[in-house]
């Protein structure tokens, strides 16, 4: 257990908006994280604050034991391409990653050959006048091939099509196989990435909603499907995320683990169980959370 | 990869369900952590978990800078557990569905055999 | 490579900026310069004398090098970001690049004013890197002043530029204003106390080198401010 970030009480506000909330958590070393939510979640900006690319309005941040603000030692193990990354106006893609060799200590230039290939990306053309698709490439190959000990990819797969989005998954368990690094991946595209995940932060208007290993999140939840009223028995006394019915079967989510006795008496009483994907979970969590709230300003 | 189970789990029975299909054999090396986690596109560590229980079972055991191998008398202990499984995976879940059906256990023996010596023909129709 | 070198470089990728642009735009200033003075000496019979008839033709590519410094800030801050560098190595290594672009451009114009005086202003009396008054003293004189008003005009438009990026155009437009209101101010009260006999006076007493060192002096000024700034800058 060696956290490579350790972030505390982080609060970023601005005039109006409170975008971070009185998050903390852990980034432990050589495992990849899902930073998960929906957009403007705050997941964008809690990167950038990690990477004292933002700054905080309360909270501290510490990678690799330090503040990273100002600190080259500590940024140069870090990487960080923003979804819409800014790249200078008469750069071509070869100028970026040519660049990029120059920063970043643990450059791959083989790494980085053989990805544009995979991604057929054209490196002599100027990059305002790539694709978006190829946007994204530039910046998930400087990602990839920067080996960086701690590296951050923001929402990569914007405008990349489904081959391109499979070849980053792919070439990133391969590359993270061969050379194990702390990676955090933000994305809203949950089920493509949930096999991928190690460990799971699910953020939603600031706050963090989860915060948990893969494998426990799948004892998180379950589904449980019968008749109405049955399922409303078993309901009673449990964190209910979800419900809907048709006629008279429903189903419902409910948080917590159930025991195999539990799922023995719900099997033999005519209920069917299912597990819950991490999309569905994430989703009817933080549709949850927001309906708490709403009811809670109501009340 | 089925959501309803652990992946790990679904892992390590994939290299047993290859063990017990026969087409690993016995000493001979085992997909690597890596190998998986490449193929079924997870995380490695979730790989290694899945395989590490498998050598803490005593069906895969590690070879020093050349990687896992299928241990001898694997494939007798996979089948002497997954017998002793049979009932609970494939016979309680059979007589479950029956009871829906409205079918005693007259009825299901008779399925069975019916269908057991439907299955010999075919088998032998195709043997080698 | 030493990372503030590399930011030097990085800054470079936008070669057309730094290098072409310039070049064209001093080539473009001294083929007009000529082709004017050309006809002037067709039809006066003679080259005018170096220093009759102002020639702008000098300052061309000095507004450019405000541009420059602009898009320094603008266009490379936010990937130097991605490239994980402190916003202090940025600073220097953009700095280096300023000195190292005033340094080229003051050589140049001391190199080829050279040649300009010994042609008589390129035989037609066009006279753009011996400027009067700035190269008429020793040649480091000379060099000091092209290299401290280019790197001031540099600078000049990255504090512009940081500002910008740090607090926005409402802030900028104000600061902006508030400038420009203050100097009509103090024009106003120099008129009012009748100074301008000292204010030229002072000026008449200044040298291409006392002229040269003020300007270097808020050049220093400006970049502080821009450093400052920079400091709480997001890309």
């Not at chain 1, 500590?74 to 040519?98: G, I, N, W």
């Not at chain 1, 499979?166 to 809203?188: C, G, K, M, W």
């Not at chain 2, 190998?35 to 079924?40: D, G, I, K, R, V």
């Not at chain 3, 409402?170 to 100097?183: D, F, K, N, P």
């Amino acid at each position: 257990m060696s956290p490579v970030i350790e972030v505390a009480h982080l609060t970023k506000r601005y005039r109006e908006t409170v975008a971070v909330d009185d998050v903390s958590f852990v980034v432990e070393k050589d495992t990849i994280y899902g930073l998960l939510g929906r957009n403007g979640a705050g997941k964008t900006t809690i990167m950038s604050i990690l990477t004292a690319q933002n700054f905080a309005t309360s909270g501290e941040v510490r990678v690799f034991g330090e503040s990273p603000y100002e600190n080259a030692h500590v940024l140069s193990r870090m990487c960080f391409v923003r979804e819409s990354q800014k790249y200078p106006d008469d750069a071509t893609a070869a100028h970026a990653l040519r660049i990029a060799r120059l920063f970043y200590p643990n450059w791959d230039q083989d790494l980085a050959d053989r990805l544009v290939e995979d991604f057929q990306l054209p490196l002599t053309r100027r990059i305002k006048k790539l694709s978006r698709g190829q946007l994204s490439a530039v910046g998930v190959i400087i990602g990839l091939a920067s080996r960086a000990e701690i590296t951050f990819f923001d929402e990569p797969y914007l405008g990349l099509d489904a081959v391109a989005r499979q070849l980053f998954y792919d070439r990133l368990i391969a590359d993270y196989s061969e050379h194990p690094r702390t990676i955090v991946l933000s994305s809203h595209l949950i089920d493509e990435v949930a096999a991928l995940l190690g460990h799971v932060i699910v953020v939603d208007r600031g706050r963090v909603l989860l915060d948990e290993s893969a494998e426990e999140l799948r004892e998180r939840a379950t589904t449980v499907l019968g008749d109405t009223a049955t399922v409303d028995r078993f309901l009673s006394g449990r964190d209910v995320i979800h419900r809907e019915s048709l006629g008279r079967v429903t189903s419902a989510t409910v948080l917590g683990a159930l025991s195999p006795l539990e799922r023995r008496e719900l099997a033999d009483a005519g209920l069917e169980l299912a597990a819950v994907p991490l999309q569905q979970l994430v989703v009817r969590l933080t549709l949850h959370a927001a309906d708490t709230e709403t009811r809670e300003v109501v009340r | 990869m089925d959501e309803g189970r652990a992946l790990f789990l679904q892992i390590a029975e994939s290299v047993e369900d290859s063990i017990v299909g026969g087409t690993l054999a016995e000493q001979e090396r085992a997909p690597s952590t890596n190998e998986l986690a490449a193929f079924y596109r997870i995380n490695p560590a979730t790989a290694a978990k899945g395989v590490n229980m498998l050598v803490e079972k005593g069906i895969l055991y590690k070879r020093r800078g050349i990687g896992m191998f299928v241990a001898a008398g694997a494939r007798a202990q996979l089948l002497a557990e997954r017998r002793a499984a049979f009932a609970e995976r494939f016979i309680a879940p059979l007589l479950a569905e029956a009871r829906k059906l409205d079918l005693d256990a007259d009825d299901l023996t008779a399925l069975l055999r019916e269908h057991a010596a439907a299955a010999s023909t075919t088998i032998e129709g195709t043997s080698p | 490579m030493n990372r503030t070198l590399a930011v030097a470089r990085m800054q470079l990728v936008n070669k057309q900026t730094f290098i072409w642009v310039p070049l064209l735009i001093i080539a473009g200033a001294f083929v007009v310069s000529w082709l004017i003075y050309f006809i002037i000496t067709s039809a006066m019979g003679d080259a005018p004398a170096r220093g009759q008839g102002f020639n702008g033709a000098s300052q061309a590519a000095l507004w450019y090098f405000l541009v420059i410094g602009v898009q320094a800030m603008s266009l490379t801050f936010p990937f130097s970001q991605a490239m994980s560098v402190t916003r202090r190595t940025f600073y220097l290594g953009t700095g280096l690049l300023a000195a190292g672009t005033g340094a080229v451009l003051a050589t140049l114009y001391t190199l080829l004013a050279v040649p300009e005086l010994a042609t008589g202003g390129w035989g037609v009396g066009s006279y753009m890197f011996a400027v009067p008054w700035v190269t008429d003293g020793a040649w480091y004189e000379g060099w000091l002043f092209f290299f401290a008003v280019t790197l001031l005009v540099f600078v000049l438009g990255f504090w512009v530029a940081t500002i910008y990026k740090r607090f926005g155009s409402a802030v900028l437009t104000t600061l902006l204003m508030g400038l420009a209101l203050a100097i009509v101010a103090l024009i106003a009260l120099v008129t009012w106390q009748g100074w301008w006999g000292n204010v030229g006076a002072w000026f008449a007493a200044q040298t291409p080198l006392t002229m040269a060192l003020w300007m270097l002096a808020l050049t220093v000024a400006l970049g502080i401010s821009s450093y400052g700034t920079l400091r709480r800058a997001t890309p």
